[in-house]
């Protein structure tokens, strides 16, 4: 089966321009997680979807980052105005259903640069 | 909170040598455990896990018990290859409200012909 796919693989942008995120889910996952990842550090979830709506965004900078996902299924991530501080890879996974057994697929990932 | 402590990196091993790699946790609950590896270039996978107490996980030659009394998830392997080179990061797993992945930092290894 095809894996968690994202786009693009890589970005270069300067500070205060804006940037999106798509991501496109396992067929049939129903759970769809964006992270953020930092050089040299684990991934921090920034926001949970189940199917269209959102689980848990407590750590997600509202001010600037924004995500939906229409139709429970692709999802994209936005970030406005983007900060030094936001180069980092983004990674999407997807899961079935969030039990304590399930095991989150994840995506390429897509590495931001600010500049 | 809930928080994974990862043995540091890098670290450097000849081929065919002992890997452990040092996980341990904090968690207010019974976590599921899980080892994910992030090839460079790449997103993670998952390597293996256990969801409780006593439970090893294992694949690809790698082990990991979940030792509830010791709270720890240590990674080894009997035989590191080349093409085990990698980072390698510990999370947990908790049900309930807080039903997210937490990580570790990532330990990275790389393996010398």
């Known amino acids: 089966e095809a894996g968690v796919a994202q786009s693009p693989r890589y970005k270069i942008i300067e500070k205060r321009q804006s940037v999106a995120f798509w991501c496109n889910p396992i067929?049939?996952?129903?759970?769809l997680y964006w992270y953020q990842q930092i050089l040299g550090q684990g991934p921090k979830l920034l926001i949970q979807?189940?199917?269209?709506?959102?689980?848990?965004d407590s750590q997600l900078p509202k001010d600037r980052f924004s995500a939906e996902r229409l139709k429970g299924v692709d999802s994209t991530l936005k970030i406005q105005p983007a900060k030094l501080e936001d180069s980092a890879v983004y990674l999407c996974?997807?899961?079935?259903?969030?039990?304590?057994?399930?095991?989150?697929?994840f995506g390429p990932g897509t590495r931001l640069l600010v500049l | 909170g809930n928080s994974v402590t990862q043995m540091e990196g890098p670290v450097t091993l000849s081929e065919e040598a002992f890997l452990t790699i040092n996980c341990t946790y904090t968690?207010?609950?019974?976590?599921?455990l899980f080892w994910y590896v992030q090839y460079p270039g790449e997103g993670l996978q998952l390597l293996l896990k256990?969801?409780?107490?006593?439970d090893k996980g294992s694949n690809k030659g790698f082990e990991a018990t979940y030792r509830k009394e010791t709270t720890s998830f240590h990674l080894e392997k009997g035989s590191v290859q080349v093409s085990d080179s990698a980072v390698y990061f510990c999370?947990?797993?908790?049900?309930?409200?807080?039903?997210?992945?937490?990580f570790g930092s990532g330990t990275q290894l790389t393996v010398l012909p």
């Open positions: 996974a997807s899961s079935f259903i969030p039990q304590r057994q399930e095991t989150q697929y």
């Open positions: 067929s049939g996952h129903a759970t």
């Open positions: 979807f189940q199917n269209n709506g959102v689980v848990d």
């Open positions: 968690a207010t609950g019974y976590p599921s």
């Open positions: 256990a969801t409780k107490a006593d």
């Open positions: 999370a947990l797993f908790l049900s309930g409200s807080a039903r997210q992945l937490t």
